[in-house]
């Protein structure tokens, strides 16, 4: 019998021999090339710091991404389908990339005008997932995206069952004997630590202790680390530290995120949305493979101890003054928290909400226009005056008003920001 599959809204089980102050482990992790089951790995011995309890909390955990390929066969009538709608795209296409809306089964999805790489010819999108086709003559033609926001509203076992749905619907048959394989699975803790937020330094490098064939990258100045990333193969594993805060107030615009957050109880000291940090493990799918491991069954049912093991094996320490060799150092307490979370309930899913991302968009595209006039008045006057902004301003209006292919283009933007409302 398949084991349960593990979604946002479910609990992830026990992990065996868990204890407050240290991780109990058998002997020093397996090395060596090859395949291995997980429970042929063996992981090392750590202890926990002892000052984690106070230094972080845990506000969220989960899937953040997940991606499948699927092995199935096609109907051609749907082949010819998805070659007409490219088309149709092809003919709306803009220089920035335009797609056309088309009801397939019951999701409603956005067709691209081009393939993407890797032998990609149809690219269909919604606001909770990507499918992304080849052709129909290869194995395992189809592979499924499955969007960060779509997984924290429903959790990633009701997207799967959507996908699933919508197959049977165009007629689609998946292969029953090995027919889904899992290529990459991201979880996430996010963890409120103003004190981690002091020890994000680039001297923080000195503590993390991995493999010497894992390279290690940060990002930041000489005072301040913004992203500490363990592990560069994106097929292999990954373990990525960021400011999750500065990341949605600066770039991404996710400030649903935040509702999660304070809905888990977490309180913003005056307001201030700040020192939320993202503990995210990357699990590629040769690193799962070689696990054995890939399927979303064998994925679902290891996940506590997949989660361990990379803690484990790509971790971050406490230094220990009395003892100079850092890989016998306890695990830091960022990591501490996770490592202690992995067995706990994991968070239920969002639901729908509007992420307010238009007035994100909206905002950013003034900015780019107040840029490009900027550039226009220096360009053609070398100084900047009200009286010249104005003028080239009231150019610039007619100029649009008057565009013979404005509505077209209009209705081109009204494609692009179709689910602009819908959190990313």
Not at 161 to 187: P, T
Not at 252 to 274: C, H, T
Not at 300 to 313: N, Q, R, S
């Amino acid at each position: 019998m398949a084991a349960p599959e593990v979604a946002n809204n479910a609990p992830l089980g026990a992990v065996s021999n868990l204890r407050p102050k240290s991780v109990s482990a058998t002997p020093p992790l397996i090395g060596g090339g090859g395949r291995t089951s997980l429970q042929e790995r063996a992981l090392p011995k750590v202890r926990l710091a002892d000052s984690a309890e106070g230094y972080a909390s845990l506000l969220a955990q989960g899937f953040d991404s997940y991606q499948e390929a699927i092995n199935l066969k096609v109907p051609p009538a749907i082949i010819e389908q998805f070659e007409q709608w490219q088309e149709q795209a092809k003919a709306l296409d803009t220089r920035a990339g335009q797609a056309v809306s088309v009801r397939l089964g019951d999701e409603d999805l956005q067709v691209w005008p081009c393939g993407s790489k890797g032998g990609v010819r149809w690219v269909l999108e919604s606001d909770d997932f990507m499918l992304f086709w080849r052709a129909p003559e290869h194995d395992w033609c189809l592979s499924v995206r499955y969007l960060s926001a779509g997984i924290w509203e429903h959790g990633i076992r009701a997207l799967r069952d959507r996908v699933r749905a919508l197959l049977m619907a165009i007629g689609c048959v998946i292969n029953k004997i090995d027919g889904e394989r899992v290529s990459r699975a991201d979880w996430a803790f996010d963890i409120y630590s103003p004190e981690f937020s002091e020890d994000m330094k680039p001297n923080l490098i000195a503590q993390v202790v991995c493999h010497s064939s894992v390279k290690v990258a940060q990002i930041g100045n000489a005072e301040r680390l913004e992203t500490l990333t363990l592990g560069l193969n994106r097929s292999g594993l990954q373990i990525q530290i960021y400011d999750k805060t500065r990341e949605i107030t600066e770039a991404s615009g996710k400030s649903w995120m935040i509702d999660l957050w304070i809905r888990n109880g977490w309180e913003p000291r005056y307001g201030e949305i700040a020192n939320v940090w993202r503990l995210e493990i990357r699990m590629g799918g040769d690193w799962l493979k070689d696990r054995q491991t890939n399927t979303p069954e064998q994925l679902h049912t290891h996940l506590e101890k997949l989660i361990a093991e990379a803690l484990l094996t790509h971790r971050l320490t406490q230094p220990d003054q009395c003892d100079s060799n850092r890989r016998r150092w306890p695990l830091h307490p960022l990591y501490a928290v996770a490592y202690r979370a992995i067995s706990a309930k994991a968070m239920m899913p969002l639901g729908r909400y509007v992420s307010g991302v238009r007035s994100v968009l909206f905002d950013r595209l003034k900015r780019q226009v107040a840029g490009t006039l900027r550039s226009g008045l220096v360009l053609n006057n070398g100084t900047i005056s009200e009286a010249d902004a104005e003028k080239l301003a009231s150019e610039t209006v007619k100029l649009m008003l008057t565009d013979r292919e404005g509505e077209r283009k209009a209705e081109a933007a009204r494609e692009r920001y179709k689910f602009v409302e819908e959190a990313k």
